[in-house]
Nanobody, 121 residues
């Protein structure tokens, strides 16, 4: 089993910043990529940042220039620095990892429990 634990959510005013962290543990042989997703009430879950084992990153236009994902996948940790937050960034944020638990085993996605981010106007 693989466990992802997020921390760092909370309440912040518009224009402020928050930093989320995620640590993966358990039966992990290799992680290919780690991502942050978010889901607001009534909306579908959407990806907001991805970092690959190579170190390359990817962001949707909605957060590009405001959010930065960083971390050391080899150490099973990732963070999300969120700046210039907007009320529309309010959501539950989830950590996601693409994990190979054993040698030659298929990669599988795992999710954290989520952490609430609320941005007040």
């Amino acid at each position: 089993q693989v466990y992802l634990v997020e921390s760092g959510g909370g309440l912040v005013q518009a224009g402020g910043s928050l930093r989320l962290s995620c640590a993966a543990s358990g039966s992990i042989f290799s992680i290919s990529a780690m991502s942050w997703y978010r889901q607001a009430p009534g909306n579908q879950r959407e990806v907001v940042a991805t970092i690959f084992r190579s170190g390359s990153t990817n962001y949707p236009n909605s957060v590009k220039g405001r959010f930065t994902i960083s971390g050391d996948i080899a150490k099973n940790t990732v963070s999300l620095q969120m700046n210039s937050l907007k009320p529309e960034d309010t959501a539950v944020y989830y950590c996601n990892a693409l994990v190979q638990s054993l040698v030659q085993a298929p990669y599988e996605y795992y999710w954290g429990q989520g952490t609430q981010v609320t941005v007040s106007s």
